[in-house]
């Protein structure tokens, strides 16, 4: 099982996530995708993961700006099938645009989080939101 599901095409940021999830030196498992098809792909059960029975993200961390398929359109489509209705969803972005913030919500994220600045506050942060979505949020599991 993933605990979280990172969806980053910046292979910088990618790497930083990485990065400050080891040294969080704890048990969660997260998996990194570079696009938002192949995380629809992976949560709907298509594509290439057809018929590879997986249970769902504890959480996904989402950038918006994604090339191709955006965050925002992951989430709709996400939201719109009742396997995926209520993995809970965080947009992970460096907007702080109240336009882009309102459209997040809209199409169904449970939070949104402005990507901070520095490699210490990322690292603080992805603390704090692993001992809340992964440790105290109750959560309705679906197969």
Known sequence: ???????EDNPN???????????????????????????????????RYKNQPHSLPKLVLLDLNLDGLSGVEVVQQARSIDRTRFVPIV???????????KSAYEAGVNAYIVKPGSYQATGTLLSKLCDFWLENNARIDTK
């Open 1 to 7: 099982m993933v605990d979280v599901l990172y969806i």
């Open 13 to 47: 940021d990618a790497d930083i996530f990485s990065r400050l999830m080891q040294k969080l030196n704890r048990p969660f498992t997260y998996t990194v995708m570079d696009s938002g098809s192949e995380a629809v792909d992976y949560l709907t059960g298509q594509g």
């Open 91 to 101: 947009a992970f972005s460096t907007s702080d645009s109240p336009r882009d913030i």
